[in-house]
């Protein structure tokens, strides 16, 4: 995308503030990553961020082993659906779709994907998928396999400020020409639960609705329809209070405020109140562990040495591959895995 565009969505703003006053964070996050993700491929060492099915396909083949696995424990119903939401460059898919396609799984591929440039990388990674706008046009029947990694970290968040008037929304107004963000007029307090509503003065309280709504239709769907579903983000899984909104460009974090459209806006998932709204929908939810426990539990590093001793010439690279995916200090901790599955089906290796 040109700079151009990234000040069409600058203007837009600046203009939308000056006439109405300040709008969401909610919007302005929405609206920005939207803008982002539409127009370019922002994955890789040349572009902003590097995920986990690019450091190396170990990451999609584990993932497929164990979507394969539960499927065939399940009584190996057809017909089957994978559904990934957010599928990037479609890599994850693609190193899934293959791993399982070894164990006699070979679901149909339906890809939930807003952006055009990047559902057109996916058309030639995954060839013969079904794209959907959202789940509401995934097929009704059959069992779902459903995968997300760095999906609902994407999704806007709402937050609430506590000020000396009592809870407001956080919203973004102009100082100048710079995006600041500000404390909305409207009281919010009827927004929080009792329990959360006493805090100290600064106090933000972040939640995702977009988030909030994906696991309750996904828990839906898998009462329905059988399945399983993973979740990959980071993020805690415990309650917290306070902001993780960041923005990161070219592998840097850089000021939210600062280039709306220009830098991927993401906030930590919430797997705490995800699980529970998983769980009050009636499916099962099979925990929540750390990405380095549950690719180790599925043999990451018998993988990394089979495909070491295939090709000797890449095993430096396979190990520091596996070393990034797992290891404590890189995304082995921070990142994490929450499964959940139809109330009839098996328990997960790896939970
Ligand atoms: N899963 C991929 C990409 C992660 S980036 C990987 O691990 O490499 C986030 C992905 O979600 C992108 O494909 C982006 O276009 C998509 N996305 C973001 N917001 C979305 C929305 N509201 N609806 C559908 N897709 C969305």
């Given at each position: 995308?040109?700079?151009?565009?990234?000040?069409?969505?600058?203007?837009?703003?600046?203009?939308?503030?000056?006439?109405?006053?300040?709008?969401?964070?909610?919007?302005?996050?929405?609206?920005?990553?939207?803008?982002?993700?539409?127009?370019?491929?922002?994955?890789?060492?040349?572009?902003?961020?590097?995920?986990?099915?690019?450091?190396?396909?170990?990451?999609?083949e584990l993932i497929g082993l164990w979507l394969a696995d539960m499927w065939i424990r399940a009584g190996r119903?057809?017909?089957?659906?994978?559904?990934?939401?957010?599928?990037?460059?479609?890599?994850?898919?693609?190193?899934a779709?293959?791993a399982a396609?070894r164990y006699g799984l070979?679901?149909?591929?339906?890809?939930?994907?807003?952006?055009?440039?990047?559902?057109?990388?996916?058309?030639?990674?995954?060839?013969?998928?079904?794209?959907?706008?959202?789940?509401?046009?995934?097929?009704?029947?059959?069992?779902?396999l459903?995968?997300?990694?760095?999906?609902?970290?994407?999704?806007?968040?709402?937050?609430?400020?506590?000020?000396?008037?009592?809870?407001?929304?956080?919203?973004?107004?102009?100082?100048?020409?710079?995006?600041?963000?500000?404390?909305?007029?409207?009281?919010?307090?009827?927004?929080?639960?009792?329990?959360?509503?006493?805090?100290?003065?600064?106090?933000?309280?972040?939640?995702?609705?977009?988030?909030?709504?994906?696991?309750?239709?996904?828990?839906?769907?898998?009462?329905?329809?059988?399945g399983a579903?993973l979740?990959?983000?980071?993020?805690?899984?415990?309650?917290?209070?306070?902001?993780?909104?960041?923005?990161?460009?070219?592998?840097?974090?850089?000021?939210?405020?600062?280039?709306?459209?220009?830098?991927?806006?993401?906030?930590?998932?919430?797997?705490?109140?995800?699980?529970?709204?998983?769980?009050?929908?009636?499916?099962?939810?099979l925990?929540?562990?750390?990405?380095?426990?549950w690719?180790?539990e599925l043999g990451?590093?018998?993988?990394?040495?089979?495909?070491?001793?295939?090709?000797?010439?890449?095993?430096?690279?396979?190990?520091?591959?596996?070393?990034?995916?797992?290891?404590?200090?890189?995304?082995?901790?921070?990142?994490?895995?929450?499964g959940?599955a139809?109330?009839?089906w098996p328990d997960g290796v790896g939970f």
């Amino acid at each position: 995308m040109s700079e151009d565009d990234s000040g069409r969505l600058s203007a837009v703003f600046r203009r939308l503030i000056a006439n109405t006053g300040p709008i969401s964070l909610m919007h302005y996050m929405g609206e920005a990553n939207a803008r982002y993700y539409d127009s370019r491929d922002p994955f890789g060492h040349a572009g902003d961020f590097v995920t986990a099915p690019e450091i190396s396909q170990m990451f999609g083949e584990l993932i497929g082993l164990w979507l394969a696995d539960m499927w065939i424990r399940a009584g190996r119903e057809e017909p089957v659906h994978y559904v990934e939401l957010g599928p990037g460059r479609g890599t994850l898919a693609r190193d899934a779709l293959r791993a399982a396609r070894r164990y006699g799984l070979e679901p149909r591929a339906h890809l939930v994907e807003s952006s055009t440039a990047l559902k057109d990388i996916q058309q030639v990674t995954i060839p013969g998928a079904f794209w959907h706008h959202d789940l509401s046009t995934v097929p009704m029947e059959g069992p779902v396999l459903l995968v997300a990694n760095e999906f609902l970290d994407a999704l806007p968040v709402r937050q609430l400020v506590m000020t000396a008037q009592g809870w407001r929304e956080r919203m973004v107004g102009l100082s100048g020409d710079r995006f600041v963000p500000v404390a909305g007029a409207q009281p919010m307090d009827a927004a929080l639960p009792e329990a959360r509503r006493a805090a100290a003065e600064g106090t933000i309280i972040e939640t995702c609705p977009g988030a909030a709504a994906v696991m309750y239709e996904v828990a839906g769907r898998l009462v329905a329809q059988g399945g399983a579903a993973l979740f990959i983000d980071y993020g805690s899984d415990e309650v917290y209070t306070g902001s993780t909104l960041q923005a990161v460009r070219e592998h840097r974090k850089v000021d939210p405020f600062l280039a709306p459209g220009e830098a991927d806006l993401t906030a930590h998932v919430d797997f705490a109140t995800l699980a529970t709204i998983g769980q009050s929908r009636g499916a099962k939810w099979l925990g929540t562990v750390e990405q380095g426990r549950w690719l180790r539990e599925l043999g990451i590093e018998a993988r990394a040495d089979a495909l070491s001793e295939f090709a000797p010439q890449h095993a430096d690279a396979i190990r520091s591959a596996r070393d990034r995916l797992i290891g404590e200090g890189q995304m082995g901790a921070l990142f994490k895995v929450m499964g959940f599955a139809a109330p009839s089906w098996p328990d997960g290796v790896g939970f």
